[in-house]
């Protein structure tokens, strides 16, 4: 159980196109879900906390209008980088939620912007 | 901010040997979390801890949570070549309800 899928695995866009990654929790639901973003040899950094049926809770310093969340049901969240520029390129995981605060993490999505 | 100090950063170890990392903090949390990330992965759950003083066991990995609340330890026993990839602390709780700290991570490597 607890398995939270990605899609895509990995992207390679142009600058200044946008790019969607979805989140999906198969085989529970999540209320909330959240997304990192992770550079080499780093640790992950919080981006935003995504709530079901409410607006996306931002980390300080993301630019809410550069990443959308979208979370339309208990079982997907959707993480939009809009206008991408090549320092957006980088590692994004997503996580849902499961009882006493326990996160599972999605397989990540490599995301290259040229 | 809240952080974690997790230790060493990184291990070069003989297969076979057992391995130890832990995680300190200066706050208390109810929550630790042992993470483990291949590259190019997302981190695993190895390990939730939810009770101060609790010992738990998952095949070759154990893992502690303190009984201050501020610290906890993975250890790693009779390592294999498939242990490598870097380990992860993570806390819960604190002023930060619902949301992760994850501590520096302690990359392992285990030589056949």
């Known amino acids: 159980g607890a398995v939270v899928s990605q899609h895509p695995s990995r992207v390679i866009c142009k600058s200044g196109t946008s790019v969607k990654i979805e989140c999906r929790s198969l085989?529970?639901?999540?209320?909330?879900m959240f997304w990192y973003r992770q550079f080499p040899k780093q640790s992950l950094m919080l981006m935003a906390t995504?709530?079901?049926?409410?607006?996306?809770?931002?980390e300080q310093g993301v630019e809410k209008d550069k990443f959308l969340i979208n979370h339309a049901s208990l079982t997907l969240s959707t993480l939009t980088v809009t206008s991408a520029h090549p320092e957006d390129s980088s590692f994004y995981i997503c996580?849902?939620?499961?009882?006493?605060?326990?996160?599972?993490f999605g397989p990540g999505t490599r995301l290259l912007v040229l | 901010g809240q952080q974690l100090n997790q230790s060493p950063q990184s291990m070069f170890i003989q297969e076979g040997e057992d391995v130890s990392m832990n995680c300190t903090s200066s706050s208390i949390f109810n929550t630790w979390l042992w993470y483990k990330q291949d590259p190019g992965e997302g981190p695993v759950l190895l390990i939730a801890?939810?009770?101060?003083?609790e010992l738990t066991s998952n095949g070759r990995l154990t893992a502690q949570f303190g009984i201050t609340r501020k610290d906890s330890f993975l250890n790693i026993s009779a390592s294999i070549p498939s242990d490598v990839g870097i380990y992860f602390c993570?806390?819960?709780?604190?002023?930060?309800?619902?949301?992760?700290?994850f501590g520096q991570g302690t990359i392992l490597t285990v030589h056949p």
């Open positions: 801890l939810y009770k101060a003083g």
């Open positions: 996580s849902a939620r499961m009882v006493q605060e326990t996160q599972y």
């Open positions: 085989d529970f639901q999540a209320t909330t």
């Open positions: 995504s709530n079901e049926g409410s607006k996306a809770t931002y």
């Open positions: 993570a806390v819960a709780g604190g002023t930060s309800y619902g949301k992760l700290t």
